[in-house]
């Protein structure tokens, strides 16, 4: 799946910090409306601190591989639920001065442990698109997959 939407025509003032785990920081949009973006999250990849200022290889340049949720979300998930179940979950675009920028207006709203350990990876050109579900109604379920190991699909 390639990326189509843009985030960066959004401003970083539109997006609201929700919370982070070990890999990534997750922001809700707030902004006027706009068909693209309400009602959504985005989760953005983080880095630790001593490596965000280390210049990105020339492969890892010219290479930006959507998120592995989503490949994961196609591939699996939507073979054991139906589509109108699953969160929206795309790939989107971003860009280091408008990360830059999200990450200087949300730095502040991070748990102090967090920050002195890592941020945002200013050096991605992507970011996942999501339904928002922070709020909602019904049943949400998280499946995070950390060993290939763990399970067995014969036949995808």
Do not use: C
């Not at 001593?50 to 210049?55: A, N, Q």
């Not at 959507?66 to 109108?84: K, N």
């Amino acid at each position: 799946m390639t990326a189509t939407l843009d985030v960066t025509t959004t401003s970083p003032a539109h997006w609201k910090y929700i919370s982070e785990g070990g890999a990534s920081i997750v922001f809700s949009y707030v902004g006027p409306v706009n068909a693209n973006f309400d009602k959504t999250a985005l989760r953005l990849r983080k880095a630790p601190l001593e490596v965000l200022d280390e210049p990105l290889s020339e492969e890892e340049q010219h290479e930006d591989p959507d998120d592995p949720s989503i490949a994961f979300q196609h591939r699996v998930i939507e073979r054991l639920l139906p589509e109108e179940f699953l969160p929206r979950l795309e790939a989107v675009h971003v860009n280091r001065a408008w990360l830059e920028g999200l990450a200087s207006l949300t730095e502040e709203q991070r748990p102090p442990e967090r920050r002195v350990k890592d941020a945002v990876d200013t050096r991605k050109r992507k970011a996942v698109l999501a339904t928002d579900l922070v709020g909602g109604q019904g049943l949400a379920v998280e499946i995070k997959v950390r060993d290939s190991s763990m399970y067995f699909f014969p036949n995808i």
